[in-house]
């Protein structure tokens, strides 16, 4: 953080993890990006003329929901703040954040992404790349400096055993 001293910028961390941008802003934007720019130069002709994309986009967004409902609720039950700009209350290590340490983040590029193989609309596809990368530079960095200090080796050692986006096996 420029023109802060370490402590300072690691006292503001411990408060809270993120000002700006929230995350929801950003998968907000990037989703207003790809719709304004399928206005603009729509992409539904370049998807090969399978019928089954409507289907796996459906079924990839249902997943991403149930996602992050699933983790929404996991946080809810255990009183944890779901809030990025407030102070985390609780380190969640059960249910899909066994999986992920950023389920939420994760089900929102799903839910781009099902969107876009649902509407056959390629800019929501790389929305939801650009979602993710944006999402891991801007707030998952921060949010886990946040956690570090906050818990301490609970956090390092959850850290250690699940990935950031994704376990698959």
């Known amino acids: 953080m420029p023109g802060l001293d370490p402590s300072e910028a690691a006292g503001d961390r411990a408060a809270r993890p993120n000002r700006w941008p929230w995350p929801p802003i950003i998968v907000c934007l990037t989703a207003v990006a790809a719709l304004a720019l399928n206005?603009?130069?729509?992409?539904?002709?370049l998807f090969p003329p399978w019928g089954g994309t409507s289907a796996v986009g459906g079924a990839i967004a249902a997943i991403g929901l149930g996602l992050d409902l699933w983790a929404m609720r996991t946080m809810?039950?255990?009183?944890?703040?779901?809030?990025?700009?407030?102070?985390?209350t609780a380190l969640v290590t059960t249910g899909p954040f066994a999986l992920s340490r950023n389920p939420i983040y994760l089900a929102?590029?799903?839910l781009l992404a099902g969107a876009g193989l649902a509407f056959t609309n390629l800019w929501l596809l790389l929305a939801a790349l650009a979602q993710a990368w944006l999402v891991s530079r801007l707030a998952i960095r921060r949010e886990?400096?946040?956690?570090?200090?906050?818990?301490?080796?609970?956090?390092?050692a959850y850290a250690a055993n699940v990935p950031r986006w994704l376990r698959l096996w």
């Open 108 to 110: 929102n590029a799903l």
């Open 76 to 88: 809810q039950r255990l009183r944890a703040n779901i809030l990025p700009h407030r102070a985390a």
């Open 144 to 156: 886990e400096v946040h956690l570090a200090i906050r818990f301490g080796d609970a956090w390092m």
């Open 39 to 45: 206005h603009l130069a729509p992409t539904h002709g």
